[in-house]
T-cell receptor
């Protein structure tokens, strides 16, 4: 299976702390994306990083990509209760247009 | 602008019954996708389409068929439903490599 793995599976932190979640994948990729899912709803795109980029920022989000290790991390700084959700990484292999998702990290931010 | 709309939102089937899930998007996107989500498994790609009249298999295509007769619609069919197909099904369309998701269809097969 091409599906990636994310760790941890679940993460519980206090409001104001930083949350870090990791994604590993198996094949060479064109880009890697992170999505957020609130309680059974559809996923929402957060950020995209291309295979030739090493780091990207968007607001309180910081994404890194290490293609030699086939891994990525998502850092959410100064977390809020509203950040409570599941977070998924998704990758697409070059030229395939197939977006394969990881298994997700469930984040709980305690107020 | 409704985005991606999935119909129905909930459905209960008996083993062996057939049904079609409809996905409609009003954003004129070329690429469309069907995923299923099961606890602890994340999302798994069933089938996808890179344009009107085209379909391709994803990670878990067995037991499903799809059609993309019109650019805005992507249909997912279950010919003979099995309990293993109990899941939440998500449709998505893609523009500039970003996926836009519908709100999902919860399907139970008894």
């Amino acid at each position: 299976s091409q599906q990636g793995e994310e760790d941890p599976q679940a993460l519980s932190i206090q409001e104001g702390e930083n949350a870090t979640m990791n994604c590993s994948y198996k094949t060479s990729i064109n880009n890697l994306q992170w999505y957020r899912q609130n309680s059974g709803r559809g996923l929402v795109h957060l950020i995209l990083i291309r295979s030739n980029e090493r780091e990207k920022h968007s607001g309180r989000l910081r994404v890194t990509l290490d293609t030699s290790k086939k891994s990525s991390s998502l850092l959410i700084t100064a977390s809020r209760a509203a950040d409570t959700a599941s977070y998924f990484c998704a990758t697409d292999a070059w030229g395939t247009y197939k977006y394969i998702f990881g298994t997700g990290t469930r984040l709980k931010v305690l107020a | 602008n409704a985005g991606v709309t999935q119909t129905p939102k909930f459905r209960v089937l008996k083993t062996g019954q057939s049904m079609t899930l409809l996905c409609a998007q009003d954003m004129n996107h070329e690429y469309m996708y069907w995923y299923r989500q099961d606890p602890g498994m994340g999302l798994r790609l069933i089938h996808y389409s890179v344009g009107e009249g085209t379909t391709a298999k994803g990670e878990v295509p067995d037991g499903y068929n799809v059609s993309r007769l019109k650019k805005q619609n992507f249909l997912l069919g279950l010919e003979s439903a099995a309990p293993s197909q109990t899941s939440v099904y998500f449709c998505a369309s893609s523009y500039r490599e970003k996926l836009f998701f519908g709100s999902g269809t919860q399907l139970s097969v008894l």
